[in-house]
């Protein structure tokens, strides 16, 4: 029997069990106790990849968690901590002669013993592979191909943002250009693009579509994620989910409106105005970071017959609401177990009765995907309308 299991499969580890950094830029309290804390009892998530598996101090404290009985290797592949289960997952930088700029793609692998093997891969093509994201020295397929003698899924990452995506940076017109498009396992559309706007492009529609957050801080686990179908939390089922088979799939995408993302419209690299007809009219400068709507129009297919895809639900985080502050959090934390509970499954009256009937409403505008957003660019984030 088939159920339903909530999933982010792109989350950072801030420090290793030794206080150092691995992603750089995130929190330092994005920790793998914390994230499976977090995502378990907070965020109600079943399913997390994190990508910064590959490093030998994370993947140490994630074999050392088995040993001591805090998590379990599954059979099918995960690690089990509490109610969620760990996809071991590793993010990348890819820059050979084929790109036109960086392109950071995600692999994951069902076992322990499989992220020990490509780690100790990786450690002979990457300068520190105890970092995040790092630069790997070596071409693409090679990479995509190592990935699946290994066991593992291959996913270029955020594919439209302006930096380090394949198609904001990486290439001109097409994925094949740098990749063999028969090794990639799915796609990862980023925080600026929806299911609408990537299936503008014709080559895109083999794929499966995927919603994650990419977070660097604890609140941002789950500002994207998607439901799949599977009969257990397993990496076994979650590769059957992304080929569609036996009825595993992805059920349904939840993620920001495009508009809320940082990198959705065009605007001025100077002063982040918006920016039209090669000049910006606030400043005057001609530098520009393009938008993803822009550049998606770019990539558009002349001829695009229609796809079948999972519903896209626009959603934010709780913590977008307006009014809707770490006390209030807390109350209807305690009141409804986690955030999944509250954004899919609590009653509007039952909400009212914690937080007012003004807040209950706009719990239900996100639930339905309803809230008007403001939209964002080169960097900075849209934001939720307090008023429709």
């Known amino acids: 029997m088939l159920k339903e299991f909530f999933t982010d499969l792109h989350i950072h580890i801030g420090r290793n069990l030794k206080g150092n950094p691995v992603k750089i830029t995130a929190s330092q309290h994005l920790t793998l106790m ?21 490093a030998p101090t994370v993947l140490n ?30 993010e990348i930088e890819v820059y050979d002669k084929n790109c036109k700029g960086p392109i950071h793609v995600l692999c994951f692998f069902p076992f ?3 992220m020990k093997a490509f780690s100790l891969w990786l450690s002979s093509h990457m300068k520190n592979v105890e970092l995040s994201s790092q630069r790997y020295y070596g ?9 699946h003698e290994l066991e593992g899924l291959f996913i270029p ?39 609408k706007m990537a299936d503008q492009i014709e080559e895109l529609h083999r794929y499966t579509y995927l919603t994650n957050s990419d977070a660097h801080s ?19 089922e979650l590769k059957m989910a992304l ?38 009219f606030k400043c005057g400068s001609s530098k520009y970071v393009k938008g993803v709507s822009d550049r998606i129009r770019e990539l558009a297919s002349d001829q695009v017959t229609a796809s079948k895809r999972p519903d896209y639900i626009y959603q934010v985080p709780l913590e977008y609401l307006p009014k809707l502050g ?30 007012g009937d003004n807040l209950a409403e706009m719990i239900i505008k996100l639930r339905k995907g309803k809230l008007m957003v403001a939209e964002g660019g080169g960097g900075r984030y849209g934001k939720v309308e307090s008023k429709p």
């Open 34 to 54: 914390n994230i499976m804390q977090e995502a378990s009892e907070r965020k109600g998530i079943d399913i997390v990849g994190i990508i910064d598996c590959h």
């Open 61 to 90: 404290e994630v074999e050392l968690a088995v040993e001591q009985g805090k998590a379990i290797e599954l059979a099918d592949g995960g690690v089990q901590f509490g109610d969620t289960t760990l996809i071991l997952g590793s």
């Open 112 to 114: 322990i013993r499989n």
């Open 139 to 147: 071409d693409a397929v090679t990479l995509q191909t190592k990935t």
């Open 157 to 195: 990452a955020h594919v439209f943002t302006p930096f380090k995506s394949l198609f904001g940076k990486g290439v001109s017109d097409s994925l094949t250009e740098v990749l063999d498009p028969d090794q990639v396992d799915a796609v990862e559309l980023g925080l600026s693009s929806d299911t």
């Open 218 to 236: 604890l609140p941002k686990i789950a500002r994207e994620y998607q439901q799949l179908l599977l009969a257990e939390p397993s990496f076994k």
């Open 243 to 280: 080929k569609n088979e036996v009825g595993r799939c992805v059920n349904r995408n939840f993620g920001m409106n495009p508009k809320l993302g940082k990198y959705y419209a065009t605007v001025c690299a100077n002063c982040l105005a918006s920016f039209q007809g090669g000049k910006c």
């Open 326 to 355: 770490p006390k209030t959090m807390e109350k209807l934390l305690d009141h409804f177990g986690n955030e999944m509970n509250i954004i899919h499954y609590i009653p509007k009256v039952d909400l009212a009765k914690v937080v």
